[in-house]
Each structure stands twice: as C-alpha cells, then as structure tokens.
C-alpha cells in the first residue's frame, strides 16, 4: 500500500465501517472531493447528544443538579471510582468523591500529586463573582468565555462553569490557597486577557502552584483516612471496556515495571492537555496524552484536536538544546507594550530604536484591547510580524514585550512588585535583564481545547468513562481565555464530577467491580504488554526523544499557529513517514522490569504521533477559521479569523477504528444567552 | 512482567509508614531538654563570668565572694546549701544536655544516611558542627576546672591551697597558682572561645526550639546571644591572659 | 555559540538495592546557555548514540515549581548557584567550571530508585499526617467574608511557596525536613480555617518528622539551596506549633 494510499486511509469514509453507535456522523469522501472539503451535511444524519438540559442555560445546571439521582450514604463504599490524574480536577474529584463516601482508587505517574502541571498556572483563577463595581456580572462571564472561545463551546456548560466559580474561591481558599489580599482584607483581582473587567483571582505569580498544592493536600487528607487509595509512580496505560462501561484501567508500575488491573465502577480521566506533542511547549517534561488517546482508542471520542492555544508570551526557541519555550505570564500584558521594528533590517539594540520607527501592532491593530487581546489574536499577530521578517533576536523569531514605559511611569519598584518572580525567571534563562532590555517573547504552544468528547455531564461516548480538565473538552471552544483553564479544572474536580459521576453509579449495580481476570481485561493487560514488548523489540536505533523532537517540528510547521491545506497535507505525509520509522528504529535502552524513562518516552511519543494525525486530521477537515485554528484561506481581507457559522457551527468528535480510521461524529452548538456573533478586539 | 492486584496495592502511597519506627523520647522532647538545660547553662556561664569579674578587684573581692558563696542563705540554709543545690541541677542538666545532644546527634547520622556532605559553607553550619567536638571539649574542661580550682586534686597547681576550716576560700591564689602554668592558661583560653561559639550558636538554636517565629524577636535574640557570647570570652579569657602577664598576681 | 568542554562524574545506581558508583564522560559541547538539566539531556543523547544506557533523572516543569527535580552538584543540592532549582541552573552562572559532580539529593529518607531519581514520598507522609485542612468540598463560607490582613496573606505566600522538592533535607547535614513541614505549619496558622487545627496539625507533623527526618541543629543549610526561599524561621515554626500545642492540649 502506498503512503499515500494509507494517508487517505486515515481519513476514510465511514461506509463499511460499523460503529454501531447511534450518535451522528458526518462522513469524509477524500476521493470525490478532496479531503477536509466535501462533507455529508452534518444536519442530515442524527447528531450526537451532548444531554444538555433544555431551556435557558443560566438555570440549566440547578435544573440538572435536581435531577442528579443519588446513592444511599451507606452504600457509597461499595462504589469504586477510578480516578487518573492528581492535578486539579483529579484531586479535586478524587478528594471531593472520597469526602462523600465513595472508594477511590487515584492514580499519577508522578512522585507526588503535587507536581501535576496545574503547578505551573501562573497567573490566575476567574470567578465570575461580581463584586467590585466595574460591571462584572454571571452573563459578562458567560458572553466573555462564550466569544473568547469563538462559539464553539458549549453555552451551558460555560454557564455552569460560570456559576460554580463563586465558590471555587471559597472552597480553594478554605483548604489552604492563600489568595492575594487587599489592605482591607478582601480578596484581590486583577485583569486578564480578553476581558475588560477585573476577575481574576491570584497568589502573585504562583496560582497554579496554590491551588495544586491545596487540592493535593485535600487528596492526602482523604488518603490519610483511607477512603483514598493513592498509587504514585503509576501510568495509566490502557482503559478496560466491558459491556459497554468503562470498568478499569491497566497501568505500569514505573518503578518495578509491573503491569496492573486496577477495576473499579467508573473511571474518570483527569489526565490533561496534549501540547507536549509539539515538543517544544510550555508544558512540563511528563506531560502527554496516553491515558486521554488510549481511551479514544477504546472508543471515547476525541473533540477538536487541532483546537491548540499557541500562548503569545513564551519564551522563544534559541538553541537546540533548549527543552522548552517557558511561559512567561499573560498578566505581563497588563504592563508591557509589545512591539516589533518597523524595519525588517533593524540592525540596532531596541534601546536605541526611537519610538518612530517602532510599530506597536497590537495596540495599532486593536486600540480598544491593545496588549491585553485574547492569546489566539496575540499569537497569530506576532507570528505574522515573525514571518514578516519582522522578527527580533538573533533567530528572528520573537517580539519584544517592553517595559520602559511602565517602569517611567510607575517605578522599578512596583514594577518588582508585580512581576519581580517572573523577570527573575526571564533573567534566568535568557541572561538578560528584562528591567532594562526589553524581553524577547514567541507564540509557544500551551493548552489544548480539544481533549475527549464529554456530554453536560462530563461522560465520554464510552458508559461510565468520565473526564474533567484539560484532557477534556467542553469549556472554551477554539481559544481558552487567561486564568479559566484553573477554573475549569477546580469546576469539573470539586463542583461537577462528584455530582455527576454518583448519577451513573446510581445506576450500576452495586456488586463488587469486574473481576482481574474477566476477559476484558486480560485483553487490555495483553495489548498493552504487547506495545512494550514491540516498543522495546529493536536492539539499535534512535532515542523515542529524537523522535518527539521531530513530531513537534512538523507540528510547529504544519499545524501551528496558522494553517492551510497545503501544510496540513505535507504535516499528514510526513506524519505517516514518522509513524513508520518510528517503529521501525525506535530504541528503548535497558530493560521494561524497573524505571525506564526511555520505555516511558517511547510509548507516549508512539500515542502522540497517532493524536498528531487526529490532530492534522481535524485541522484539515475544518474549512473555516476559529479562534486558535486559524486556516490561512479563511480570513477577512484584514487578516482576522473567517468563521463559517453556517456550516461549521459544532464540535468535531471524532472516533478512530480499529483499523486506525477516522470518523467524525457532529455535535451542533446553539447559542441562546449569548448570540452569534464576530468576535471583535478593536 | 508480572500482574499483580489492585488488592496488593503496588505502587501505593503508604501511608503513615514510618509510623512504627518513630522513636521516643520524642526529638521534639530532646530538643526541648536541651533548649532548657541550655537556657540554665548560659545562666550559669554568665553569673559564673560576672562573678570571675571579681578577680579584677583583687583577691579580697575575689575570695570574700567564692566564701559568700558558701554560705549564702544562711542561718536557713544550711551552709553550701545553696551551693549543692546548684552543683545538683547543674550536674543533672549536664547529663541530660549531653544525653541528648548524642542521642539527637546519633539520630541526625542515621537520617542523614551514609552520604555525607563536604564542606558545609556558612557560618552557621560551622558553628553547628562544632557543637558536639565543642561540647565534648566543654565537658572535659568541666571536669579539668572542678579539679583544679574546685577540689584541688589531678590537675591542680602544685600550690593549691584547700580552703581553711572556718570556710575562708583562698579562690584568688589558687586562680593565679593555675594559669601561672601556661598550658593550664592556653587551654582556659581556648575552651573560652568554643564555649563563645557553643552559646552564640546554642543561644540562636533556642530561638528556633523555642519558636520565635517574629522576624524583630529574631533579630535581637541573635544579637543578644552573640552579645552573651562576646562577654563571656572577653570577661573569662582575659583572666587568664592577664596573669600569664602579671597584671594579676 | 561558544561551547565549553565539561568533565561530567555523574551517579549511577542500578536499583534501589545496589551499591551505586561514579562513572565520568564528557560533554564537549555545553554552552552556557544549558540548563543544568539541559547539559543532562545533552549528556543522555551522547550515551544513547555510545550504546550506553541513559541516565535516569527527574524533572518535569522545567521552571521551577513542580519540584521534581534536584540533583546534587558538587556536594550542593540543586548546584552552585544559591536558591534555584536544578532546572534553573544556567552553565553561564557557574563560572570557570570544567568538571561537576552529580549525584543524587542523598538523604536516608531519600532511597535512590534509580541513578540520580530518588523516592521523596517520605515528605507527601508529613503533609498526609497534618499538612491538610478539614474543610469539605462545599462548605466553605464566602472567602471575602473571612478577612485576612494583606501582610498575613504576604507572609503565609512566603511560605506557601515551598515546592516541595527536598533539597533542604538533602541539604542538612541531620537529614531534617523543618524547613519543609514548617513552611506548611506556618502557612496553614495564617489562613481561616488553617487556624482551627493548629494544635492537632502540630502534633501531627513532628511525629511525622520524627519518624522518618532528622532533628534540626540550626546548620542553617536548608536556607541556602531552598528554591523557594523560605527562610529559617519555619523551622521555628515547628516548635512553635508543636509547643503551642502542648500548652493548649486542644485542636485547634
């Protein structure tokens, strides 16, 4: 079979295929029409049900919550909740679970559950609670997330979202996150992108770290009473579908390399995004997407993969050995003017380009939000000065993010105040001194809106199979706004998965959970010993690391910051070359008995080329413009992101066969609370 | 690879498992043992100085204060009741003080593990390292000086005068009859410099068994204590120095 | 780019059961802009092309807040360069170097799984014990209606800060976690509901602590590699928990 036979594989009609499943799906036909173009009209087969509440979306979640059926307090313990991830909604849904009863068996490969990467939020946390006078309200919070996410989110679940943020600050506050305060002792705010008021709770520069650390703590409470059991050091290498319900998960001791069932009533995935498969990212080293991409391959479908946030102010790549593009705060926006020469060969240091021949884009583009625009605007404005040729550094690959005229206006001092930790940072890893050089910052890749399809309830298209946080979907469309990833994360932890997780146990039997050697499970045992032993079968070869390096270049490259046709079908070609040389030369030193980080590397890279080909796959397929997936043939005449609400108004998600096919499932979007319309920063 | 049950719990968190093995006296308790008993030795090391300060106004000063000593309280004490009283909670604090600083000291090597550090580089660090070989030094010194100017016996200078039997002390004499001697002079000297660093670095240590959190308490604790330190060494080992000159005789 | 030749003798230790030795290779092409970890990475890559096996070391977030990584260089946890974590260490900032030696954070509390990544869970059984607040998902009152002074929020962040790597007890020549446990006692006196537990919390913890860390001399180490910088007067935290508690004999 040719490769390119196998590339339209890929993407394949659905005739043939049984997927069995009711819900929708519209159907690629790559041969008639050239893929990503000719669709079967989405609204002509059924759709897939999202299950959300009818009626007004700002009650739609005190109405749901009413219905939720319950379990009798004392038959609680008889429940098993799996939970995978320690971050901020799996500790938080794993502590919040095990407070009400339930037995939860929580997993992270880390040492600890406090290094998940929600550690590294920086900035902050939104609630929509309305309290200072600058016209914040529950709907400005909606219409702000609804628009920053360019309609392709779920309304009701931003309305949720929305709602349950009140007391996420109390509760986050109450179990040990010492939020900034005011003189008076009230709760500090301050702004962030793509929002004109101020709702933004924080801990300088470290809200991530607070709020990780305090869910961790109430996940080691809970350990502490033995309603928790904690298994550190252990990845989730597979999910255990039986009857049609998520019963389990297969996992590997990374210290012992022994393989493990683990079963339980319900399994929730909390395991997070997947930007780490563009390599270079400002995700943390471990962070992948195995445990979200083997549950898709066991049917959970997975929703707009190419939905990726390049974040505008990361750390720009300049050497080879540089293992990440560092994020430096969106809240640095607030102060710094970001800018760019006007002349592509300005030779001179920026101190000395005088204000004429400097051109502030983003404020010149965008007067009514200026620095502080959404991250997708801000990202592709910046690669378009880059590409341009208009690019700062010695690589040309990065803008400037000024400081001097905050600094005259407002003091070193304060300055040091807000952002001391970060210039320290930026001082650390670049050397220079962003107090009197201006820094140097690039589009990095950073949070991912795509992640498993969930309902309103946060179930996957497989029973039982819950998801929370990044690794899903729900929230932001195609762009996420600054500080409602932590929100999100604490929602779907504290305030939505203990809720809705007891609803479908509610309907389990009570009766002990699948037994370790159902059939089930020693196929998943059996499959996954089988990709480490394939893995592991070649004596020489290349580093899993080189390969991962390689995937992120034709991601960065193919489906970046923006995309066409025309790079998305070389990224799907060279993808399929990757796949096939991987496999044929990855080398995984030592043995699979004991910690191995080679063998770790390895089987994520594996899962993350597979996502990258959803990913490109998904791309492709969206002919229109949105938020963070900007396509370069569908944009205004002023270069601004063309969406197309006629045929594209809803999310893709998709399925994969066995066979490695991709079939894209249609769940329509409407939007009541807050009308369609362009999204607008000038 | 083997499987094994979720039952086995492999790879789990263990929880409280150190629990077993926690020893007792608790560290806290030894800590506290030796922040109090050290509390009483910087006492006594400070009368004991203020005292010494005598010799400064000749041997009248020196020994109607050391036969003061002995009868302190009395007609309600019985005579060196006083003095008994304080050589027993001196006695009992040594003990307990040096107990604990080897237990703890002992307990640090264990939890430390077999890989130690090279060059510890602050100030701090040295003078903590110096605690237990200072303190050792201090406690061999005790028993040299009780000997010498106390009981007269071992060590003492060949001119010891015991004391007369209607009480008189002749404290003064002995003093010059010892530190005439150089090494005996040398080595008060040193032992006055290791028991400075011993109080600056325990006086500090107190502040953190005793939980002075405040940043200005810190501040003038640590002041204080080198202050205690400074006045120790230069009220004690001057003595010895000035008469190895003859300035006193 | 200018690179520089640097004489690496790094730890290897098979399992947790073997003995463990130095090995040396060189990297000859470091540049100064290498994180410590990134000459490790480079370092790991060279073994791989010899057909040796990599090292095995922890990190993850590569900023330093995670906490997961920390190795010693030349007897320094973390390395040379005071209060930064091992990720942040740039070659630029250690001077005239040629030859480093990296091991791993050593402590007994610390068993090495593997070259230079060790187990810390030892800290996660301190927190487990009394490092928690008993407040249930829900039930927390407004959190503007609990005031708290904005200097009390400034100094319970400075020691919330902790990111819980373990180089202050790789640091301490005693093997003690005070700078750690009493960064979290600290922190949780000032906050609300924090304060209701605090005699509990402290007895807890210094349990915790014996059972597994050293005592505290006051070797002030802890302070000097602390990524975090939190300063000493969380080890006094402690015992001020600890005694408060005991005068009390109540709860909170």
Redesign the interface.
């Known amino acids: 079979m040719s490769l390119r036979q196998r590339v339209k594989d890929a993407i394949t009609s659905a005739s043939g295929t049984k997927t069995g499943a009711a819900a929708a799906r519209a159907v690629l036909d790559p041969e008639s029409a050239g893929m990503g173009k000719a669709l079967v009209s989405a609204r002509r087969v059924p759709k897939l049900d999202a299950r959300v509440p009818e009626g007004d979306a700002l009650t739609a979640w005190d109405r749901r919550r009413a219905e939720y059926r319950l379990v009798n307090p004392a038959n609680r313990r008889k429940y098993t909740v799996i939970v995978v991830g320690t971050g901020l909604a799996g500790s938080?849904a794993a502590?919040?679970l095990a407070?009400l009863g339930y037995h939860v068996?929580c997993f992270t490969f880390?040492?600890?559950?406090?290094?998940a990467?929600s550690?590294?939020a920086q900035g902050g946390i939104n609630a929509a609670?309305a309290?200072k006078i600058d016209g914040d309200s529950l709907r400005r919070f909606i219409t702000d997330t609804v628009k920053g996410g360019d309609f392709r989110g779920r309304e009701a679940d931003v309305a949720r979202l929305a709602e349950e943020s009140v007391?996420v600050?109390?509760?986050m506050?109450?179990?040990?996150?010492?939020?900034?305060?005011?003189?008076?002792?009230?709760?500090a705010t301050r702004s962030f992108g793509g929002v004109q008021v101020s709702r933004t709770y924080y801990?300088?520069g470290?809200t991530?770290?607070?709020l990780q650390?305090?869910a961790?703590?109430?996940l080691?409470?809970q350990?502490?009473r033995?309603s928790v059991?904690?298994?550190?050091?252990?990845e989730m290498l597979d999910l255990i579908v039986a009857d049609g319900r998520a019963q389990g998960i297969v996992?590997r001791?990374?210290?012992?390399?022994?393989?493990?069932?683990?079963?339980g009533h319900a399994v929730v995935l909390a395991t997070g995004g997947y930007g780490s498969v563009y390599f270079h990212s400002t995700l943390?080293?471990?962070?992948n997407a195995t445990a979200t991409w083997r549950a898709h391959r066991r049917g959970a479908y997975f929703a707009t993969p190419s939905y990726v946030q390049f974040h505008p102010t990361a750390l720009p790549v300049?050497?080879h050995?540089?293992?990440?593009t560092?994020?430096m705060s969106e809240s640095l926006r607030n102060d710094g003017r970001i800018w760019v020469p006007k002349d592509p060969d300005e030779k001179r240091p920026p101190g000395d380009i005088p204000e004429a021949e400097r051109d502030y884009y983003l404020e010149r583009r965008y007067p009514a939000y200026g620095n502080l625009t959404p991250r997708d605007i801000a990202s592709r404005a910046a690669r378009t000065e880059i590409e341009a040729g208009r690019g700062v550094g010695p690589l040309k690959n990065s803008v400037y993010l000024d400081f001097r005229d905050a600094i005259e206006r407002l003091g070193r001092d304060v300055i040091a105040e807000r952002y001391g930790n970060l210039f320290e940072?930026y001082h650390?890893?670049t050397?220079e001194d962003p107090y009197t050089v201006p820094m140097r910052i690039a589009p990095g890749a950073h949070f991912t809106m795509g992640g498993l399809w969930s309902d309103y309830d946060q179930m996957t298209s497989v029973d039982g199979l819950f998801v929370g946080g990044e690794a899903g979907n729900n929230y932001h469309g195609a762009n996420r706004l600054g500080a409602n990833s932590l929100l999100s994360a604490c929602v779907d932890g504290?305030?939505t998965l203990?809720l809705s997780v007891p609803n479908y146990l509610a309907g389990v039997s009570r009766e002990a959970p699948l037994a370790?050697d159902a059939p089930e499970a020693v196929e998943a045992?059996d499959a996954v010993?089988g990709r480490?032993d394939r893995l592991m079968q070649n004596e020489?070869g290349t580093?899993p690391?080189?390969f991962h390096r390689r995937l992120g270049e034709i991601l960065y490259r193919g489906c970046g910051v923006s995309r066409s046709d025309a790079t998305l079908r070389t990224a799907l070609t060279e993808l399929a070359e990757l796949k096939e040389e991987f496999w044929q030369d990855v080398?995984v030193?030592?043995s699979?008995?004991?910690?191995?980080?080679?063998l770790e590397r390895a089987g994520r890279v594996a899962d993350f080329i597979e996502l990258a080909e959803l990913m490109v796959t998904d791309a492709l397929d969206r002919t229109e413009s949105c938020g963070a997936h900007f396509r370069e043939e569908f944009a205004t005449p002023e270069g601004e992101a063309q969406r197309n609400d006629d045929e594209w108004c809803f999310v893709s998600a998709w399925e994969t066969t066995a066979e490695g096919r991709h079939i894209r499932h249609v769940e329509p979007l409407t939007f009541e609370t807050v009308p369609l319309q362009t999204r607008d920063y000038r | 690879m083997a499987v094994v049950d979720a039952g086995k719990r492999s790879g789990a968190h263990q929880p409280g498992a150190g629990a077993a093995a926690r020893p007792r006296p608790s560290t806290f308790v030894l800590k506290q043992v030796m922040a109090v008993t050290g509390v009483i030795f910087v006492g006594f090391v400070f009368v004991h100085m203020i005292g010494n300060l005598k010799v400064y106004f000749g041997a009248e000063s020196l020994d109607s204060y050391a036969t003061w000593l002995r009868r302190v309280g009395y007609p309600l004490i019985p005579h060196q009741g006083v003095l008994w009283a304080l050589r027993v909670v001196l006695s009992v604090s040594l003990l307990a003080h040096m107990w604990a600083a080897i237990t703890l000291w002992l307990r640090g090597r264990r939890a430390r593990g077999p890989h130690r550090r090279r060059r510890p580089a602050t100030f701090s660090a040295r003078t903590a390292s110096w605690m237990l070989p200072g303190g050792l030094a201090i406690a061999v010194f005790v028993v040299v000086h009780i000997l010498d100017l106390t009981l007269g016996a071992g060590v003492a200078a060949s001119g010891h005068q015991h004391a007369d039997p209607d009480g008189t002390v002749h404290a003064y004499a002995n003093l010059v009859a010892s530190f005439s001697r150089p090494w005996m002079a040398v080595f008060y000297v040193v032992i006055m410099l290791v028991v400075a660093f011993h109080i600056e670095h325990g006086v500090r240590t107190l502040m953190q068994d005793f939980g002075a959190t405040g940043r200005r308490l810190r501040k003038i604790w640590a002041v204080v204590g080198g202050a205690l330190a400074l006045a120790v060494v230069l009220g004690n080992a001057l003595i010895p120095v000035l008469v190895l000159v003859g300035v006193i005789s | 780019m200018s690179t520089m030749r640097v004489e690496i003798e790094i730890w290897r230790q098979e399992g947790p059961e073997d003995r463990g030795a130095f090995e040396t290779h060189v990297v000859e092409d470091a540049t100064p802009e290498m994180s410590l970890l990134e000459l490790l990475d480079r370092l790991n890559d060279q073994l791989a092309e010899q057909g040796i096996e990599p090292i095995a070391f922890e990190s993850d977030c590569r900023e330093g807040v995670c906490g997961a990584c920390g190795v010693t260089v030349d007897d320094r946890p973390h390395g040379p360069v005071p209060n930064t974590p091992s990720c942040r260490q740039h070659l630029r900032a250690f001077g005239n170097i040629s030859r480093l030696r990296i091991e791993p954070l050593r402590s007994a509390a610390f068993p090495v799984i593997r070259d230079l990544v060790v187990d810390r869970s030892a800290m996660d059984r301190v927190i487990e014990a009394g490092g928690t607040v008993d407040v249930a998902a829900g039930t927390a009152p407004d959190a503007d209606d609990l005031l708290v002074g904005h200097d009390d929020a400034e100094v319970a962040l400075d020691f919330a800060a902790c990111i819980g790597c373990g180089a202050c007890v790789a640091a301490c020549p005693n093997g003690a976690a005070h700078l750690f446990a009493g960064a979290k006692l600290a922190h949780l006196a000032l906050i609300p509901h924090g304060k209701m537990q605090r005699g509990e919390r402290g007895h807890a913890v210094l349990n915790e602590l014996d059972a597994e860390f050293g005592p505290c001399s006051t070797y002030g180490e802890c302070v000097t590699v602390c990524p975090a910088g939190i300063p000493l007067e969380a080890v006094a935290a402690v015992h001020r928990e600890g005694l408060r508690g005991l005068f009390r004999g109540r709860a909170d």
């Open positions: 938080g502590a919040a407070e068996e880390h040492d600890a559950p406090r290094r990467h550690v590294a609670r309290r007391r600050i109390d509760h506050q109450a179990i040990g996150a010492p939020f900034a305060r005011e003189y008076g002792g009230q709760l801990t300088r470290q991530g770290q607070q650390v305090a961790a703590q109430a080691l409470r350990v502490h033995g059991t904690l298994h550190t050091r252990t996992t001791d990374l210290r012992t390399g022994e393989l493990g069932v683990h079963t943390a080293m471990n962070s300049s050497s050995w540089q293992s990440k560092t994020l940072m650390d890893a050397g504290w305030f203990p370790h045992l010993r480490i020489t580093r690391a080189t080398h030193a030592g699979g008995d004991r910690l191995n980080q080679e």
